[in-house]
């Protein structure tokens, strides 16, 4: 766990390499509440019965966004952070690489690509690579933007 609590500690943390998460389940329950929270009930995802049988995945998988949306957990089990606030400023790049089926494990590869002052406050580039247990491609890739008052 590295820790972040002034714009050096960040700037000294650009391209010193990727920390790991631990790893995560995407379950079909996890799955089901993102469903219902997003308005996304594609059978893909939700039709077990149906999946494994139409699906060429031969199951339900998660959606991308869901994947996408455990982007600040892994940060967050990666980096203590001690600011007076932070915010999430987007993403400049997204890739879902690989699908992930549920019941699969999920871990982020993190790093610190910069760290440059903007408008008061200081914004961070991270790269994410989101690994899939048992499988040599990532689910995603993605570039996550931060922005943090310390």
Same mark, same amino acid.
């Given at each position: 766990?590295?820790?972040?609590? *002034?714009p050096?500690?960040?700037? /000294?943390?650009?391209?010193?390499?990727?920390?790991?998460?631990?790893?995560?389940?995407?379950? %079909?329950?996890?799955?089901?509440?993102?469903?219902? /929270?997003t308005?996304?009930? %594609?059978?893909?995802?939700?039709?077990?019965?149906?999946? *494994?049988?139409?699906?060429?995945f031969?199951?339900t998988?998660?959606?991308?966004?869901?994947?996408?949306?455990?982007?600040?957990?892994?940060?967050? *089990?990666?980096?203590?952070?001690?600011?007076?606030? /932070?915010?999430?400023?987007?993403?400049?790049?997204?890739?879902?690489?690989?699908?992930?089926?549920?019941?699969?494990?999920?871990?982020?590869?993190?790093?610190?690509? *910069?760290?440059?002052? /903007?408008?008061?406050?200081? %914004?961070?580039?991270?790269?994410?690579?989101?690994?899939?247990?048992?499988?040599?491609?990532?689910?995603?890739?993605?570039?996550?933007?931060?922005?943090?008052?310390?």
């Open positions: 766990m590295k820790r972040i609590t *002034s050096s500690d960040a700037q /000294a943390l650009v391209d010193q390499g990727a920390l790991l998460s631990p790893w995560t389940e995407v379950g %079909q329950k996890r799955i089901d509440e993102f469903a219902t /929270a308005g996304d009930r %594609q059978w893909i995802h939700v039709d077990v019965e149906r999946a *494994s049988v139409e699906s060429p031969r199951g998988v998660a959606h991308g966004f869901l994947t996408l949306s455990l982007l600040p957990y892994f940060l967050d *089990s990666c980096i203590e952070f001690k600011q007076k606030m /932070a915010v999430n400023y987007g993403l400049n790049r997204v890739r879902f690489i690989t699908p992930v089926p549920s019941g699969s494990r999920v871990r982020g590869q993190i790093a610190l690509i *910069s760290a440059e002052e /903007a408008s008061g406050t200081w %914004q961070l580039a991270w790269s994410i690579v989101v690994e899939l247990d048992g499988s040599v491609r990532p689910a995603c890739v993605a570039e996550m933007l931060t922005r943090h008052v310390f």
